[in-house]
């Protein structure tokens, strides 16, 4: 079954070090989100990608980067972890919206990677 | 302003109870709505669209209201399974925007 991975589900990291989220799909979905989720904020988007090569910014994107080298894979970099990193990252994968942006909502999420920066 | 705001509740409702509960959108143009599920801090799940003439999946009653941007969700005959957090999630173009959630507990 096609399926999407997240890992590591948890890190411990210290303040200043690069860490890595990786986000594997077998979908073969073109779309890939990023979002981070924090109480009182809900999901709030990092980054996505429409295809491969492709990457844009979402409404909370500073001190991360991804990059989109095949369809399978947006891998998700903090480049200096701060505290207010802290948090629960999900990737998530769509297929090909519809014309005109309307399309059927649905994205397949991971099963979420818990960040603690200390 | 936030895109999307909902109620966070919770809402503790008996089994068997009828609950709904809003959410609103600031963007007129956005295009498309959602409800999604999460379970216990898991990852969301889609529930069901919601449509500008209504839609029902089972007990689950979904509106739209665009000209005061808002969407509800309604559960009748709630069970024990329906506890969770409910995300409304709202479509500008290409990009999915969330709520916070509205928590619901149903309780036996």
């Known amino acids: 079954d096609a399926e999407i991975t997240q890992s590591p589900r948890h890190k411990i990291t210290e303040t200043g070090r690069q860490v890595t989220l990786a986000c594997h799909q077998t979908w073969n979905h073109n779309n890939m989100f990023w979002y981070r989720q924090d109480l009182g904020h809900g999901l709030r988007l990092i980054h996505y990608?429409?295809?491969?090569?492709?990457?844009n910014k979402g409404e909370v994107s500073d001190g991360y980067s991804v990059s989109r080298s095949n369809t399978e894979d947006l891998p998700l970099t903090l480049e200096s972890a701060a505290s207010s990193q802290t948090s629960v990252y999900f990737c998530?994968?769509?297929?090909?919206?519809?014309?005109?942006?309307?399309?059927?909502?649905?994205?397949?999420f991971g099963e979420g990677s818990r960040l603690t920066v200390l | 302003r936030k895109e999307v705001e909902q109620d966070p509740g919770p809402f503790n409702v008996p089994e068997g109870a009828t609950v709904a509960f809003n959410c609103t959108y600031s963007n007129s143009a956005s295009q498309s709505f959602f409800w999604y599920r999460q379970d216990c801090r898991k990852e969301p799940k889609l529930l069901m669209s919601?449509?500008?003439s209504g839609n029902e999946d089972g007990r689950f009653t979904a509106q739209l209201n665009r000209a005061s941007q808002y969407i509800s969700l309604l559960i009748r005959d709630s069970k024990l399974s329906d506890s969770a957090t409910y995300l409304c999630?709202?479509?500008?173009?290409?990009?999915?925007?969330f709520g916070a959630g509205t928590t619901v507990t149903v309780r036996a």
């Open positions: 990608s429409y295809g491969v090569q492709d990457t």
């Open positions: 998530a994968s769509s297929a090909d919206w519809q014309r005109e942006g309307r399309s059927t909502g649905e994205l397949f």
């Open positions: 999630a709202v479509t500008f173009y290409y990009k999915l925007s």
């Open positions: 919601v449509y500008s």
